[in-house]
């Protein structure tokens, strides 16, 4: 018999998706333990490391108990366990309408078609641009989503100048978000509408309801 799927957990919890084009939504999130990049801007430094060894059927069925339809694994970095494919797989089964956080910085190949992958291009200002794998660029469809995080001007006009190179518009929707304290989102939307990027300028909603708060 197969070894049962496990994944390090470190919390499940059921709040308002404050990011992506599902901002707003009510949303069962799971943030899986670990995280291989260490951005200088990371919010979730407390999912690097600690977290609880679960099952996949507990997972599920703590999931479950919240009687949402949407649900965001999230991380750390989500992709950094092996079982996460699974996990994935498994939500798709049972009728969730799925989407997946990740760096970008992993292979994004082998989540299941169903899942909305949302997948970071990290800017200079994250200290980790150097991490990003380029090659799952080709692999994005209109299914999916890329999010730029930038802290500065030179951030966005890395950012404007990877939109263009890449063509990424042209293959999924396109999130801009400034980093909460360094950029003020005021500046951001002012150079979008200047450059008439085609973008969507977002901010994280959790945080203008809930502050820095774990678990929302």
Known sequence: MPRTVTLRITEIFHSLQGETSRSGLPTVFVRLTGCPLRCS????????????????????????QHRC??????????LAQKSCLALLTALCDAGYSVSLETSGALDIGGVDPRVSRIVDLKAPGSGEDARNL???????????????????????????????????????????????????????????????????????????????EPGR
């Open 41 to 64: 801007w990371c919010d979730t430094e407390y999912a690097f490391t600690g977290g609880t060894t679960r099952t996949l059927d507990e997972v599920l069925a703590e999931v479950a």
């Open 134 to 212: 380029l090659s799952n660029i080709p692999l994005l469809t209109l299914h999916d989503e890329v999010k730029l995080v930038v802290a500065s001007e030179a951030d966005y006009e890395w950012a404007k100048a990877r939109i263009a190179e890449y063509q990424l518009a042209e293959r999924c929707p396109v999130l801009l978000a400034p980093v909460q304290g360094q950029l003020r989102p005021a500046d951001l939307a002012a150079w979008i509408l200047r450059d008439k990027l085609p973008v969507r300028m977002q901010v994280q909603l959790h945080k203008i309801l809930w502050g820095n």
């Open 69 to 78: 339809q949407t649900v965001c694994v999230t991380g750390g970095e989500p």
